[in-house]
């Protein structure tokens, strides 16, 4: 049991583990058998019209279904996965589970779209882009149903390849998000030149939003920004009524958050549509002298 015990210990990841450890070789030989035992999960969290309600889609998140330790959180492999390269086989297993899902939306009847995260070692791969091709193509969805988030520190990390990746995915017609937006190290004149469809503002000006008018009016500036930009403007981090009708006054787009909707299991995500009802008028009127 105590060596059982060892063993579990290791899984969690902290940033002071060196990849070359041996408990860290122990993590990577886990996810391999993840990924052969089919111990990944998709799970997917909706996506919303601020102003009529309407869903539009979801992201795509990713679990472990540890067989001892149960739901594992992405941000205790994620890191680890970024660091050893394994991320791309996860980058992979999630571009085909997802892009099996929206084929599966599209025999439902429904127009939605799903987005996927990206990493920095998938903006350096050079195979990328023919490979969500191929995925495409087998499954007959069209790219403009396929979203990519890739946050601001990705891009920046080697920004000329990640320019170069990301010219050749939006030349193929998927749609480009940036996620977390406002918490990276940005640079105006970089997003400026990015070929991206989408901006998504980082939950944590979210969240604070109603509490803080600093945090409003950086909501508020964002929202302007990404516009002048002919960019669609994402909230994440909805939690409440309040902040909804908060933001579709400000004028964003789409909302994403607990408020709306928790990641489930991609296979109750069509149920999850269909009883989905909006909030009613009367609970997005909010009284505020901001906006
Ligand atoms: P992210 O891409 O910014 O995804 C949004 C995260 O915020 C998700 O956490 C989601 O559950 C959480 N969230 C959504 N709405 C709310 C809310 O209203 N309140 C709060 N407190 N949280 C909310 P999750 O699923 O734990 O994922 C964390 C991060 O792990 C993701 O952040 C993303 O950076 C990474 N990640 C998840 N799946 C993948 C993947 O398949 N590939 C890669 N490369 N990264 C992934
Ligand atoms: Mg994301
Ligand atoms: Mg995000
Ligand atoms: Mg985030």
Redesign the pocket.
């Given at each position: 049991y105590a060596a059982k015990r060892r063993q579990l210990g290791v899984l969690v990841y902290d940033t002071s583990m060196d990849t070359r450890s041996s408990a860290s070789l122990s993590l990577l030989s886990e996810l391999r058998v993840a990924i052969e035992q089919e111990e990944l999960r998709?799970?997917v969290?909706p996506k919303v019209d601020l102003k009529t309600g309407q869903v539009l889609g979801g992201?795509?998140?990713?679990?472990w279904l540890h067989p001892q330790r149960g739901l594992v959180?992405?941000?205790q492999f994620?890191p680890f996965?970024?660091q050893t390269g394994f991320?791309r086989q996860?980058?992979v297993?999630?571009l085909e589970t997802g892009v099996q899902a929206l084929q599966r939306w599209q025999e439902a009847g429904l127009s939605m779209k799903l987005?996927?995260?990206?990493?920095t070692r998938?903006l350096l791969d050079p195979t990328l882009t023919d490979r969500v091709r191929g995925l495409l193509d087998r499954h007959r969805v069209s790219a403009a149903w396929l979203c990519l988030?890739i946050?601001e520190s990705a891009i920046m990390d080697d920004p000329a390849r990640a320019l170069q990746t990301l010219q050749k995915l939006h030349e193929l017609g998927v749609r480009l998000s940036i996620?977390?937006f406002g918490t990276g190290y940005s640079s105006l004149a970089y997003l400026k030149r990015l070929p991206v469809d989408e901006l998504?503002i980082?939950?944590s000006f979210?969240?604070n939003m109603e509490r803080d008018l600093d945090d409003a009016r950086i909501v508020q500036s964002t929202i302007g920004l990404a516009h002048n930009l002919g960019l669609t403007v994402v909230a994440?981090?909805?939690?409440t009524d309040k902040a909804w009708a908060l933001l579709a006054r400000l004028g964003c787009d789409e909302g994403?958050?607990?408020?709306?909707g928790?990641?489930m299991p991609s296979a109750e995500f069509l149920g999850w549509v269909r009883r989905w009802e909006a909030p009613s008028n009367e609970a997005l009127h909010v009284d505020t002298d901001f906006a």
């Open positions: 998709l799970y969290q992201e795509a998140l990713v679990r959180p992405p941000m994620i996965a970024e991320i996860i980058t297993w999630m987005s996927i995260n990206l990493s998938d988030e946050t996620d977390d998504k980082d939950r979210v969240t994440e981090g909805v939690e994403q958050g607990y408020g709306i928790r990641p």
